[in-house]
């Protein structure tokens, strides 16, 4: 193996799927770490958020700048939705025994998943399951090039959009009341509530923020990818869900590493295997991962409610 | 929808009336024989849209052959049965056709399974059967009796191989979609690029559904093949290109008949400029057979004929031409020999011939590739 431009191309190839991952991986681990459950509806919030963005930009023609608020909202609106069809339900019980109920927790997960196939069998029925086009003037695939190596304007703005994204969350995490509430809320929700934290609002305000990063992450990749679809959503939600394990299943900062690795992994496998086997790569990580490092790469190794 | 099925009954009851007064003038001549084929395809049920592409067209062929005096002194006439894409309807059919001793022939049906369920009867008890779609390889090698007009990747990637050899490019690299299909078209060129002298300098699967391509590109790009062959759909196609073209790779790409659809270019834009691929069937083709169908099929049916039609009409003319050469004492036996015989069938696919041992048909197929953002013929390499 000759360590030349094309293996620093193949690493950057890595970087950019890896972005995409992460992109995804942080809404995931918000949710996750606030309710200790997988949210399996984030692939179709993303989904929505990436049909919204198309049926605007065609319906309308708005910059590009203009889109991501609205976007934004979509995502905002249907995570509160979600939250109230698929979660809520199952927190009407606030004893102690409901609280630390397992089986409360598997209810919802099989929730999540029924809201995510019912969302795409319905998007399917809309918009067909062929793959739609996005108007050319919004691609973001104009290549770059950085030195000897060639990166799509897409791989940058999803990268610079991770970034924020990311230092975003930290902010409201660590800065804001808010983010007291919910760091409050992960740590121990029956104790948020004793201290007197209004936890459902809290659980909103999470669902909110989480499926605004999906529905933005979603219209992005939509516009790296040039096409979109109602499946989109389902491998990208793997390998992020992948990630959030790898990274510790709470820590944000380590689903977005664990992303990286990933891309990155994945990618450069490719030199040596055929690319067919490049799942084989990520389960493989995932399984290693498990069994040196139980908590995850980046976990507190917390007590878990 | 309403409209469309009020006029195709519209359509019936003139075509019907038509036949039957063209019936009651052959009855008048009496010496006339009546030869019928027999059609059998999915006319009701989920592939239903195909089977009625297929009737559509070989509605088209017979007034024509009958028109044209090809076959004097006999009438040909086309029954057709709903197989409902079901093989035990199949047999059913097939067993009703043999008993019609009018009947000397079968075109149909439309998927290889329920083409074979029948096939393993006509096969037993000898009537040429000719399927319009079958790709299946062991169709053919059913028994002498079953023919195909439809080209497989068998040949199709030997001749997109022969294609890039003559246009003075030496190596490529293969990019296949990880299914039975993909396998066969990547062996189908592999084999055929090999044979002509050609070198592959590497072959890649990826799974269904992968939507990345840069780790293959960069891999692939790194050996600098003359062309890159793509074995895969549209979807693929596009994003591939796209991605090929940010990667700022400038290799040629050529691909299977598979790409050959609008939406390459709707989704794939300028990155897919270039392209070349062959294909059987374009309703663009300039070619005045074509030209002439083209037309008289939207001017009767209201749509522009798909790939099924064509196929259709040139099995149901590859048929007649068979009846016509065996002449107005035809029976099963000596339609099948005429149908081993042809040669050169002038069609809308292709000039199609079938191999007299396996019964493969080898076509002239179209060479196109996209410019100023559509697809059109190329003549030469």
Redesign the interface.
């Known amino acids: 193996m000759v360590f030349d431009v094309f293996f620093l191309q193949q690493v950057i190839n890595g970087l950019s799927i890896g972005c995409v991952y992460a992109l995804m991986a942080i809404g995931f681990t918000l949710i996750f770490g606030v309710l200790n459950v997988v949210n399996f509806a984030h692939g179709e919030v993303y989904t929505i958020g990436a049909f919204v963005g198309l049926m605007v930009i065609t319906a309308m023609a708005p910059p590009l700048l203009a889109v991501v608020p609205l976007v934004l909202a979509v995502g905002a609106v249907s995570g509160v939705g979600l939250e109230r069809i698929a979660f809520r339900p199952f927190r009407r019980f606030t004893d102690e025994a409901s609280q630390k109920s397992r089986a409360m927790r598997e209810a919802t997960l099989l929730s999540s998943l029924a809201v995510s196939i019912v969302t795409r069998e319905i998007m399917m029925h809309i918009f067909g399951g062929d793959m739609q086009g996005i108007p050319s003037g919004y691609l973001l695939q104009q290549p770059v090039a950085i030195g000897p190596v060639m990166v799509a304007s897409g791989s940058l703005v999803i990268f610079a959009t991770s970034a924020v994204m990311l230092g975003a969350l930290q902010f409201l995490l660590y800065r804001t009341q808010t983010g007291l509430g919910i760091r409050a809320v992960s740590n121990n929700q029956l104790g948020a509530r004793y201290v007197g934290i209004n936890t459902d609002r809290t659980i909103v305000t999470t669902f909110a923020v989480g499926s605004m990063l999906g529905a933005t992450a979603g219209i992005l990749v939509g516009l790296y990818d040039g096409a979109i679809s109602p499946h989109m959503g389902f491998a990208p939600g793997v390998k992020a869900f992948v990630a959030m394990v790898m990274g510790g299943l709470s820590s944000i900062p380590g689903a977005v590493a664990c992303a990286l690795l990933l891309g990155v992994s994945e990618s450069i496998a490719t030199e040596f295997l055929s690319s067919g086997w490049k799942d084989l790569i990520t389960y493989s990580l995932l399984v290693i991962t498990l069994v040196f490092f139980p908590q995850g790469l980046f976990g507190h190794g917390r007590e878990r409610a | 929808m309403k409209k469309h099925a009020v006029f195709g009954a519209a359509l019936g009851a003139v075509v019907g009336a038509m036949l039957a007064a063209t019936a009651g003038a052959t009855t008048a001549q009496a010496a006339d024989r009546e030869i019928v084929i027999g059609y059998q395809a999915p006319l009701s049920g989920d592939r239903s849209q195909y089977g009625e592409m297929f009737r559509n067209a070989a509605q088209i062929k017979l007034e024509e052959f009958n028109a044209s005096g090809k076959l004097a002194g006999a009438k040909v006439a086309i029954t057709f049965e709903d197989s409902k894409d079901d093989p035990k309807e199949a047999r059913n059919i097939a067993h009703k056709f043999l008993d019609n001793s009018k009947i000397v022939g079968v075109i149909g049906d439309f998927s290889s399974t329920v083409s074979m369920a029948a096939g393993e009867i006509y096969a037993a008890e000898k009537m040429p059967q000719l399927s319009q779609t079958a790709s299946h390889p062991d169709f053919t090698k059913l028994s002498p009796w079953q023919f195909r007009n439809i080209t497989t990747q068998a040949f199709e990637g030997p001749y997109n191989a022969d294609w890039i050899i003559a246009a003075g490019k030496k190596t490529a690299a293969v990019i296949y979609i990880?299914n039975d299909w993909g396998i066969s078209a990547l062996d189908g060129f592999v084999s055929g690029f090999k044979a002509k002298g050609g070198k592959i300098t590497a072959t890649?699967?990826?799974?269904p559904?992968?939507?990345?391509f840069?780790?293959?590109l960069?891999?692939v790009?790194?050996q600098k093949p003359d062309v890159i062959y793509l074995a895969m759909f549209y979807?693929e196609g596009?994003?591939f290109a796209?991605?090929r073209?940010?990667?700022?790779i400038k290799i040629p790409l050529y691909g299977t008949s598979s790409l050959y659809s609008p939406?390459l270019i709707?989704?794939?834009?300028?990155s897919v400029e270039g392209l070349h691929l062959a294909t059987t069937f374009t309703p663009d083709n300039p070619d005045p057979a074509v030209q002439t169908f083209v037309k008289e099929y939207a001017a009767r049916f209201k749509s522009e004929p798909g790939m099924f039609a064509a196929q259709a009409y040139d099995a149901v003319g590859i048929m007649l031409d068979a009846v016509a050469k065996a002449g107005p004492s035809v029976t099963r036996e000596s339609l099948r020999d005429a149908l081993a015989a042809t040669t050169g069938y002038p069609g809308v696919t292709g000039a199609t011939s079938f191999d007299p041992v396996t019964r493969e048909p080898a076509k002239a197929l179209a060479k196109m590739m996209v410019k100023d953002g559509r697809f059109q013929v190329v003549t030469g390499p």
């Open positions: 990880q890649e699967a990826f799974n559904g992968n939507r990345d840069r780790s293959i960069t891999k790009a790194r979807e596009a994003a796209q991605q073209e940010q990667l700022g939406k709707e989704l794939g834009r300028e």
